[in-house]
């Protein structure tokens, strides 16, 4: 029987093993994907918003020589911790059932079965897209995920949001050749986009190189065309593909089968903010999932605590 089993191979999923190896706790990572697989599936040209040092896991030195590290960088960064460090974990397994039984928990997966004391969720959010709810949007052509920009030269591209994903799109498409349409619920674009991104776009739409339809919404999708709601009314426009970059959300199912208490607002799991449990003795929470539908709450840089707080907590637990 293991202490702890963590579901979940992502950045924070790889600093609460390195933790656990620390204490001498046996573990296993379970991570349904690749290795950091949301990391493996954000955009080719992708850069971090945080410094390096802010994305380390285990106190493990994220050398680059870049200011703020790209996509690259961070998958050899944390391929070479998870290896360095021989942390036991299993790739393209995916946990299907947990059960509380008595004093332990079993876990069955896709390829096995397990039994641990203790459970941590830290499956992320980026598995989900978050819907348009539109006609049309099970078109081929409209995308929720994002990989390269060249696909798309010489396009018509309706890019959906306001930040940071929609702005990237926007901007890398529109210097790919295409022709770029940005429309956003807002009246303006989000504070949030990155501090060095943000006049950019800013001034290609001023300028006219790409349009954008502020307080407005896509409203239907069509082969060749999409219709726009606007102040103005509806507005038509040829298109070839949609940029849907709404956003993503946590697996809020496989919580609720788990047991895990949701807010019903916002979808927030119930959890004691200073050890990370849930309302399920022994099975905790890590990450970006603990902000339900608010998912810009917590990064790698906030939530890598998050492991030594849950660590310590099961050794107390353990001493009692």
Not at 71 to 82: D, I, N
Request: some cysteine; hydrophobic content about 40%.
């Amino acid at each position: 029987m293991l202490d702890l089993l963590i579901i979940g191979g992502g950045p924070i999923g790889l600093a609460c093993g390195l933790e656990a190896q620390k204490a001498g706790l046996s573990f296993r990572i379970i991570e349904k994907g690749c290795l950091v697989n949301s990391l493996y599936n954000y955009p080719y040209t992708m850069t971090f918003f945080s410094t390096s040092d802010r994305l380390e896991v285990g106190g493990i030195p994220f050398v680059t020589i870049n200011n703020k590290p790209n996509r690259a960088e961070a998958l050899e960064y944390y391929r070479r911790v998870a290896l360095s460090n021989q942390i036991p974990i299993n790739l393209f397994e995916e946990v299907t059932e947990v059960k509380h039984n008595g004093e332990h928990y079993d876990i069955t997966t896709s390829k096995s079965s397990y039994q641990a004391k203790y459970v941590v969720l830290a499956t992320g959010f980026y598995d989900i897209a978050v819907n348009l709810n539109i006609p049309g949007e099970d078109l081929p052509k409209v995308k929720h995920y994002y990989k390269d920009p060249h696909y798309y030269a010489m396009q018509k591209v309706i890019v959906v949001g306001a930040s940071n994903s929609a702005i990237d799109v926007a901007l890398e498409t529109y210097r790919k050749g295409a022709d770029v349409t940005l429309v956003v619920r807002g009246s303006e674009v989000s504070s949030r986009v990155k501090y060095w991104v943000r006049p950019d776009i800013i001034n290609r739409i001023e300028e006219g190189s790409i349009k954008a339809y502020f307080n407005s919404e896509l409203a239907a999708v069509r082969e060749h065309e999409a219709d726009i709601k606007t102040p103005e009314g509806i507005v038509t426009i040829p298109n070839d593909f949609v940029m849907a970059m709404t956003g993503y959300k946590p697996n809020f199912n496989f919580l609720k089968n788990l047991g895990i208490e949701l807010s019903e607002d916002k979808f927030i799991p119930q959890y004691n903010q200073d050890t990370m449990e849930t309302n399920n003795p022994g099975m905790y929470l890590a990450g970006v999932v603990c902000g339900g539908l608010d998912t810009h709450l917590w990064f790698i840089e906030n939530s890598r605590v998050h492991a030594e707080m849950i660590v310590s907590d099961i050794l107390n637990k353990q001493k009692a």
